[in-house]
Antibody, heavy 121, light 105 residues
């Protein structure tokens, strides 16, 4: 059974950098059948896709985040990392690590439980 | 970016009602459209992919249709466990979600 587990700090100060890790168990992140995504959800609000990375290392990012994001594969540890720089209170949200099918009509088929990140001084 | 707009933002319905949610894309996306259900405190769950493909294990009272820029999610007979927020999501370009439709009593 494949599982995704997010980890990282629950509290980040404004203007600092947020770093999160997603640990994947039960599958390998180099599996070409999937891409690996980060999605966030502020409390009581909707879903915002942040970025994705494919097994080969190519990435796509949400342009609305203004180039503040980086996503990477940690092949030695079967992990996916997310970095978000210059955070503000608007970045306070639950951050999900999410697997997506890698086909013509892809969809998000497996979600981690999410990690709440609060940006506050 | 492809913008996704859902309507209504929320609705109240009773058990047994037929409920339809609309999702409109800012440009043509063929059938590259998925629907998710999210209950409070839970992660989203995919209901329908490719506009009309019901996922395994999803009750047949859920259905999706549409193509191009206009899509619909229908619950033919609302059940108590269907009270949730529903999101559409396009996969034609980099993914974007609709703002969600909350279904409650």
């Amino acid at each position: 059974q494949v599982q995704l587990q997010e980890s990282g700090p629950g509290l980040v100060k404004p203007s600092q950098t947020l770093s999160l890790t997603c640990s994947v168990s039960g599958d390998t992140i180099t599996n070409n059948l999937y891409s690996w995504n980060w999605i966030r959800q502020p409390a009581g609000k909707g879903l915002e896709w942040i970025a994705r990375i494919f097994a080969g290392g190519s990435t796509n990012k949400n342009p609305s985040l203004g180039g503040r994001t980086e996503i990477a594969l940690g092949t030695t540890k079967n992990q996916i990392s997310l970095t978000l720089t210059s955070v503000t209170a608007a970045d306070t949200a639950v951050y999900f690590c999410v697997r997506s099918t890698y086909n013509v009509n892809s969809y998000f088929d497996l979600w981690g439980q999410g990690i709440l990140v609060t940006v506050s001084s | 970016d492809i913008q996704m707009t859902q309507s209504p933002s929320s609705l109240s319905a009773s058990v047994g009602d037929r409920v339809t949610i609309t999702c409109r894309a800012s440009q043509h996306i063929s059938n590259f459209l998925n629907w998710y259900q999210q209950k409070p405190g839970n992660v989203p769950k995919v209901l329908i992919s490719a506009a009309s493909n019901l996922q395994s294990g999803v009750p047949s009272r859920f259905s999706g249709r549409g193509s191009g820029t206009e899509f619909f999610l229908t619950i033919s007979s609302l059940q108590p466990e269907d009270y949730a927020t529903y999101y559409c999501q396009q996969c034609y370009g980099t993914p974007t979600f609709g703002q969600g439709t909350r279904v409650d009593i």
